[in-house]
């Protein structure tokens, strides 16, 4: 079920960003490598790189993946019902399909961009009690997140390019769970918060996306 989730979300993006892609070069095998391009980039996704294609001078699809660690997406911490947890972001895993369109064609003007499309995720986030009686974890995924936002990208030169991209994915409902470390912690869970890992997980409904980005475009 994910596996077909994943595949029709892939198609209504590709099938949105033929909508913007007329005229377009797909179908000239001259113009095709020019209009490739290929970067890295790191922000609050983690670290990774990103593939382009120019459908058009107006529209771009972008395929990409990030992960590794980035410190204070939501912040170092988190208070829930009176007790503070410290966040650790070093499990993230992105794949993104997104469709860039610059809607104005004015030069300086057509730096800017808007964004969107999705997010295929398997993240976790590892928590700690203050007093470290409590551990565990939230985890996003693997689910395949809507993504909005939008950009600024600046040439440097006919090759080079930078960029910068804000959004935000909406993850919905997230995973937590938690253990106890000692018989405190325990006594905790077992008391007035039982639902103390349902509302860690709603702490992370929504995901900030900052990123920048340099790329080389053939």
């Given at each position: ?47 990774g ?11 771009s ?33 992105n ?17 800017f ?44 030169d006919?090759?080079?390019?930078v ?27 077992d ?28």
């Amino acid at each position: 079920m994910k596996t077909l989730r994943i595949l029709a979300v892939t198609a209504a993006v590709f099938a949105a960003g033929s909508t913007f892609a007329a005229p377009s070069n797909l179908g000239d095998p001259a113009l095709s490598l020019s209009n490739l391009s290929v970067g890295v980039e790191a922000g609050t996704t983690g670290y990774g790189v990103n593939f382009g294609y120019a459908v058009n001078p107006s529209t771009s699809l972008n395929i990409g993946w990030a992960g590794g660690s980035f410190p204070n997406v939501h912040g170092d911490s988190l208070n829930v019902d009176h007790r503070k947890y410290k966040a650790n972001y070093s499990d993230l895993q992105n794949t993104s399909i997104v469709i860039k369109y610059s809607p104005l064609s004015a030069q300086y003007y057509n730096w800017f961009n808007v964004q969107f499309g999705t997010y295929i995720q398997d993240s976790s986030i590892k928590l700690t009690s203050n007093d470290r009686s409590i551990v565990g974890k939230v985890s996003t995924g693997p689910s395949v997140n809507p993504y909005l936002g939008f950009g600024f990208a600046p040439k440097i030169d006919d090759h080079w390019g930078v960029n910068v991209d804000l959004g935000v994915i909406y993850q919905g409902q997230q995973q937590a769970k938690l253990r106890a470390t000692n018989a405190a912690g325990q006594a905790y869970l077992d008391s007035g918060f039982p639902g103390e890992d349902r509302n860690l997980a709603d702490q992370y409904k929504w995901a900030p996306v900052a990123k920048a980005g340099v790329s080389y475009r053939f």
